[in-house]
């Protein structure tokens, strides 16, 4: 029988929908950063932890950054949900093994995200470069087997740009929404086009890892700020740039309106 009393899983809901939202502020940050920073605005080309970082300046940054904290932990935590529990239905078969797998990783990554926002609020800021793709990929190398593992990790992130690419192009996110018809109108193109930007950052992001295993060079693999670099290289790098600045900003508005419109079912 129904009751009015919330429970556990109205909790988990709520934490869940926390940790979309922190996820579009990062990702809001991060795009919106890099894009005043094409168009001479003073904004800076960085990652997710530069960009956490940046928030230090802002007023009550460190309530700010407390509260991304939170949400981070809550969003790794759905994550987690989600693959063991498989709220989503994906199934057992490779393919459903391979999603949860993913949901996994991601939970681990936003899990450290988390706890490197938490950093700064005591630390009053370290350095992103003591961090990230290059300090994990030399730590993976120093393990057994550690070449293998820093491509078996690039294949992985390749493979996720690939299905963002295919769940943004064939906007898969729409059976996982409960949205108004006439906020689809707008809103689905934005979701697109920001899952299929994250999607190349992805493949690119791979590669550097995927280029540092086969030179065994951990200064070779690279995250966001590393993309940006890359494209900023290319020929109308700025126009790259900032095509794909404004596709973070759009996966950023893409996790906020998922904060609202997702259907969110644990199944505890």
């Known amino acids: 029988m129904a009751t009015g009393t919330p429970d ?27 894009a005043l920073a094409v168009f001479g605005q003073g904004g800076q080309t960085e990652g997710s932890r530069g960009a956490l970082e940046r928030l230090l300046a802002a007023p009550f940054g460190k309530v700010l950054l407390g509260l991304i904290a939170l949400g981070l932990l809550g969003y790794a935590m759905w994550r987690s949900i989600q693959a063991i529990k498989d709220t989503d239905g994906h199934g057992t ?39 990230g793709s290059q300090g994990t990929v030399s ?8 070449r293998y593992l820093v491509a078996a990790v690039g294949a992985c992130i390749i493979g996720a740009g690939v299905a963002h690419c295919i769940k943004g192009a064939k906007a898969k996110f729409d059976k996982h929404f409960a ?11 934005v979701c697109r086009f920001g899952l299929i930007i994250r999607g190349v950052v992805f493949l690119i992001v791979g590669g550097f890892f995927m280029i540092a295993a086969y030179h065994v060079n951990a200064n070779e693999a690279g995250g966001t700020e590393e993309v940006f670099s890359f494209l900023r290289d290319q020929a109308f790098g700025q126009w790259l740039l900032a095509f794909v600045a404004l596709g973070l900003f759009a996966f950023g508005a893409y996790s906020v309106l998922a904060a609202v419109y997702r259907r969110i079912n644990p199944d505890l």
């Not at 730590?139 to 550690?146: K, M, T, Y």
């Not at 949205?179 to 193109?189: E, F, G, L, Q």
């Open 8 to 34: 556990h899983k109205d909790a988990i809901r709520l934490y869940a929908r926390l940790g979309y939202a922190s996820r579009g502020i990062v990702y809001l940050l991060v795009g919106g950063l890099a």
């Open 93 to 131: 078969d490779a393919k459903g093994v391979a999603i949860r797998t993913g949901l996994s990783i991601s939970a681990i990554t936003h899990t450290l995200l988390a706890f490197y926002a938490a950093s700064l609020i005591f630390r009053l800021g370290a350095s992103s470069d003591s961090g």
């Open 139 to 146: 730590w993976l190398f120093e393990q057994p087997f550690g």
């Open 179 to 189: 949205m108004p018809n006439a906020t689809k109108r707008w809103a689905y193109p």
